[in-house]
Nanobody, 112 residues
Framework: QLVESGGGLVQPGGSLKLSCVAS????????MSWVRQAPGKGLEWVSS????????YYADSVKGRFTISRDIAKNTLYLQMNSLKREDTAVYYC???????WGQGTQVAVSS
């Protein structure tokens, strides 16, 4: 099971940190990802991290602004989002590789 939190309403240029708590599987054994869905659009991959946390990957649209990380001891995945833009407005989901487990999503709205 994956449970996201940390979403909310933020002004452009602001920051948010999303969390995703994992349970029911060995968190340290799996790569994890963040995926988002903007209103009226399809799913967009945002970022991934390998099982050990040493390798991270980002979509061009968020590179340099978002940082993915994980705390193995807390079974928690994070997404630090800085310099937020209106186009970052979406429901953000965490997902376990190979995509067989998803959270319920957390809403992020970027608006003035």
């Amino acid at each position: 099971q994956l449970v996201e939190s940390g979403g909310g309403l933020v002004q452009p240029g602001g920051s948010l940190k999303l969390s995703c708590v994992a349970s029911g599987f060995t968190f340290s054994s799996y790569a994890m990802s963040w995926v988002r869905q903007a209103p009226g659009k399809g799913l967009e991959w945002v970022s991934s991290i390998n099982s050990g946390g040493s390798n991270t990957y980002y979509a061009d649209s968020v590179k340099g602004r978002f940082t993915i990380s994980r705390d193995i001891a807390k079974n928690t995945l994070y997404l630090q989002m800085n310099s937020l833009k209106r186009e970052d407005t979406a429901v953000y989901y965490c997902a376990k590789s190979p995509g067989d487990c998803w959270g319920q999503g957390t809403q992020v709205a970027v608006s003035s």
